[in-house]
């Protein structure tokens, strides 16, 4: 009961200190230009990760549903990489339809490389 009064009494001074910060002056911080600007420059715009459909839809500048190699090189590089993989039939040009086939048989691959081989045993 001894300690507890002096250590009350200490914290109690050291929150005062504690709380107290200095305020910017004129010179270290300008004020924004307008309510707007400061809210913007408070808190950032959350950033948006583009969908697969929506990278196909930004890139296909032609709005024809069929992205060519060009299109994919200056608007979707990641596909860009893959796109003779991807275009199978050798059209010249993949759809959304030929992304979907192309994924899915990449996951199966990766899927089956992690099984274990079985290997048969002697009876």
């Known amino acids: 009961m001894r300690l507890a009064s002096p250590l009350a009494v200490l914290a109690l001074l050291a929150a005062p200190a504690y709380a107290q910060t200095t305020p910017p002056t004129a010179a270290s911080a ?3 230009a307008s309510p707007a600007a ?3 420059a408070a808190a950032p715009a959350p950033h948006h990760h583009l969908t697969m459909d929506e990278r196909f ?3 296909n500048t032609s709005h024809d549903g069929h992205l060519t190699l ?5 608007g979707y590089p ?5 796109f003779t ?4 039939a050798k059209n010249g040009y ?3 339809d030929n992304i979907h086939a192309w994924q899915k048989a990449e996951r ?6 992690q099984q274990p081989a079985t290997t048969p045993t002697k009876g």
């Open 30 to 32: 300008p004020a924004p």
């Open 38 to 40: 400061a809210s913007s």
């Open 57 to 59: 839809t930004k890139a």
């Open 70 to 74: 060009e299109q994919a090189k200056a």
């Open 78 to 82: 990641t596909l860009a990489r893959h």
């Open 85 to 88: 993989d991807i275009d199978a």
């Open 94 to 96: 993949v759809t959304e």
């Open 108 to 113: 199966e691959k990766r899927h089956a490389a």
